[in-house]
């Protein structure tokens, strides 16, 4: 896996296929603090559109991915925050639609798509997932903790206008939580926001990874199914049981990613170790495992070493 600057993977997304991301936003840099999100806490919650990236970077990243077109199947602007903060994002995409011939996707929380500048930017994409996990303000600041000043109503707008002016797919995702935006009045809030938006597709998730706060728990698949249905048509389940059932079992056993740094930690001080030892020595999951090892190596608390062509953790 490659990690050019502003450019990470390919990875294998179920949603996407290779997608070969690119981050224009540092971690962890976004108008929302969700209490599932996987990049861990948000430290700048703001609305503040800046050059968070120089523009030198961003535009050598896409460059760069131009170059090895043959390695992913879409080029996806994501990261560890909100892609759309970064004022560079419209420029971002007018180079990247210049440049990649392979479809090109967005992941936002959609709090920006009010601003005409911004969605004219988006409707560039092939395929945009914004989010939507509340219709109503009471959801919106349990689930998405959002910035002061970020209203559900703007959020909604936005959506709508986006509808109406995109010219790829929209595939809305909703990602729900037990007991803080399950509950009836919030589904039919959001289904009457979905009627009015008309994605392509609305792809029903539930925390499935260890995420910004600790005591979250899962949908399990069966309620997403019937939520499914009661969405309609266009709705459909995005997560595996398998999935939901792992981490309900990491919950039950107490396994937050704080403690899944320390075990860790622990570990490669006893004995450096691959990628692979480690998955199969902490039982965790390889997505988790990279973002932890990923905010590991960035705080120094870990390092890596090259050994007969292995990469090797270890603790100096
Ligand atoms: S909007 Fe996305 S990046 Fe921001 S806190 Fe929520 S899940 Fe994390």
């Known amino acids: 896996m490659a990690r050019d600057k502003l450019i990470f993977g390919p990875v294998k997304s179920r949603r996407l296929g290779r997608s070969l991301g690119l981050e224009l936003v540092p971690k962890k840099v976004c ?3 969700c209490v599932y999100c996987e990049v861990g806490r948000t430290t700048l919650l703001t609305l503040e559109r800046k050059p968070y990236y120089p523009w030198e970077k961003i535009e050598e990243a896409i460059i760069t991915a131009s170059k090895i077109q043959d390695k992913f199947d879409v080029f996806t602007f994501t990261g560890s925050g909100e892609p759309t903060l970064n004022s560079f994002f419209e420029d971002a995409v007018f180079l990247a639609k210049k440049l990649i011939k392979k479809p090109i996707a967005l992941l936002t929380n959609s709090s920006l798509l009010w601003m005409k500048s911004v969605r004219s930017a988006v409707c560039e994409f092939d395929i945009v997932l914004p989010s939507l996990d509340a219709g109503t303000e009471e959801a919106f600041l349990k689930v998405n903790q959002p910035c002061k000043g970020l209203k559900l109503e703007a959020i909604v707008e ?3 206008a986006l509808s109406k002016e995109k010219k790829g797919k929209v595939w809305v995702e909703v990602l729900l939580v037990k007991g803080l935006n399950d509950d009836l009045e919030n589904l039919s809030a959001i289904k009457k926001v979905l009627n009015e938006v008309s994605p392509d597709k609305v792809q029903l998730n539930t925390v499935v990874r260890p995420g910004a706060l600790s ?3 899962p949908l399990s698949y069966e309620e ?3 939520i499914a249905e009661f969405f309609g048509d266009k709705a459909e389940v995005v997560v595996d049981s398998t999935s ?3 981490f ?3 919950v039950e056993k107490g396994i937050s990613r704080k403690k899944l740094e320390e075990e860790l930690i622990a570990y490669v001080k006893r004995r450096p ?3 692979e030892e480690l998955l199969s020595a902490l039982d965790a999951e390889e997505k988790v495992l990279s973002l932890v090892i990923d905010s590991l190596l960035k705080e120094n608390k870990l390092q890596k070493k090259l050994h007969e062509d292995k990469i ?3 603790v100096y």
């Open 224 to 226: 997403l199914k019937k």
């Open 248 to 250: 309900k079992r990491l």
């Open 312 to 314: 090797y953790y270890i």
């Open 273 to 275: 170790a691959t990628f």
């Open 215 to 217: 005591n979250i728990l």
């Open 244 to 246: 939901i059932d792992r």
């Open 158 to 160: 936005g959506l709508k």
């Open 31 to 33: 108008s929302m603090d």
